[in-house]
């Protein structure tokens, strides 16, 4: 059983295991990426607090419950502190998406939406690099498609070394694929079979 | 060196399309002659170092080793379950709605190479997620993705039952919440990371 697995209610042995096995890369993969990303042999770039705080504050905006208790948990086993940090600054963030500007002909579609600018207690308590990868996840989970070069730049500002902006983006973006295949799954599961 | 590339001339596409476009980073991409095995190992097949998106996310090459892997099994393992032309349209549906240019261009195209349906895919590009994709299979497949694509998720048993009476079983069902949700990963790097450009 993979993380995938049990965040979704899969068991060993039921249709939706045997579902699953159908896919035996993808589902093997799947658990690697956690795995580098989360439990990773080299943490330099990105430390293990700023995973666990992005990883929280992400599946949190996403909105799938077991996701964000498992990402809660691990993060407030790793810094109480932060955790609690992360949990107002979840409250602040939270909002519907995808929204965004769009250019060129297609600018009839944009959609306006918020922007997450934290307060300075939070700012504080977080410090200026977790501040600003907040600031940076917080767009590429609600708003992506507003990304620009200058949107980079807080977070080397802020200390981000090209691999730390690398680590960061695979971390959000690979939660907005894991969050979306527990909820798919958990649909799938909860029916009988067919 | 540094940690954001110097601007390059771009000139954005104005539109979303099937036509080939190039794709330029913000973040300096490693130097293809820094790799090492390591990073050979990430970039999965030999020639991706070639390509400067594949050489930036080999700064973690772990990851995009992962990441390459889970890929291709949930768009080219095609043994049973969804036809190939529906995971690409998978693909660009959650590209519409994310609205990333460039990914949209890719895989549009691809859903048109193996559907031979181009004009249905031009409507969903043209018309957005909203357009009517010319049969109830395919109008399934954009539902169920555009729910699995927004914050909160919004895919449920309405969708399942939608594509159950479109008549997908359950592999292929997977592989639409598969496709889809993969593309809210791929949509997220290439829209932060860099910018589309017409070639």
């Not at chain 1, 609690?84 to 944009?110: C, D, I, K, M, N």
């Not at chain 2, 699995?148 to 159950?164: D, I, K, N």
Request: glycine share 8%.
């Amino acid at each position: 059983m993979d993380v995938i697995d049990t965040l979704s209610g899969i068991a060993a042995g039921t249709r939706l295991d045997e579902l699953r096995a159908h896919r035996p890369a993808a589902r093997e993969q799947a658990q690697a990426t956690y795995d580098a990303l989360l439990f990773p042999f080299d943490d330099g770039a990105m430390s293990l607090v700023e995973r666990y705080a992005v990883a929280a504050f992400v599946a949190a905006l996403f909105d799938v419950p077991a996701a964000e208790q498992h990402y809660a948990r691990l993060l407030s086993e790793e810094d109480p502190t932060i955790a609690a940090a992360v949990t107002e600054a979840v409250e602040l963030g939270r909002g519907a998406g995808p929204y965004g500007s769009f250019g060129g002909e297609l600018v009839a579609e944009s959609q306006a939406g918020p922007e997450l600018i934290l307060p300075s207690h939070l700012a504080d308590a977080l410090g200026a690099r977790l501040t600003a990868a907040i600031h940076h996840t917080h767009l590429l989970a609600l708003h992506p498609r507003d990304s620009a070069r200058e949107r980079l730049q807080p977070l080397v500002d802020a200390g981000w070394t090209a691999d730390g902006i690398v680590t960061l983006s695979q971390l959000v973006s690979f939660l907005a694929f894991q969050v979306r295949v527990v909820a798919g799954l958990t649909v799938l599961a909860a029916e009988g079979s067919h | 060196m540094s940690t954001l590339t110097t601007a390059a001339e771009v000139t954005p596409p104005p539109r979303f399309t099937q036509e080939a476009l190039g794709w330029v980073p913000w973040v300096e991409p490693l130097d293809e002659l820094d790799l090492t095995d390591r990073h050979y190992e990430g970039l999965v097949q030999r020639p991706r170092a070639k390509n400067p998106y594949f050489r930036l996310l080999a700064r973690d090459p772990e990851v995009l080793g992962a990441r390459t892997r889970t890929d291709l099994d949930i768009f080219c393992n095609t043994a049973d379950g969804l036809g190939r032309a529906e995971r690409e349209l998978g693909a660009a549906v959650a590209s519409r709605s994310n609205g990333c240019v460039y990914c949209a261009s890719v895989h549009s195209a691809f859903a048109t190479h193996f559907s031979k349906r181009g004009e249905d895919v031009q409507r969903l590009l043209d018309d957005g997620v909203g357009a009517d994709l010319g049969d109830e299979a395919w109008n399934a497949v954009r539902d169920a993705v555009v729910a699995l694509t927004a914050t909160p998720v919004r895919f449920g048993a309405e969708h399942v039952a939608a594509l159950r009476a479109s008549g997908f079983d359950d592999t292929a069902i997977l592989d639409v919440i598969n496709s889809g949700a993969f593309f809210n990963w791929a949509n997220r790097l290439m829209l932060s990371l860099g910018e589309p450009t017409l070639s």
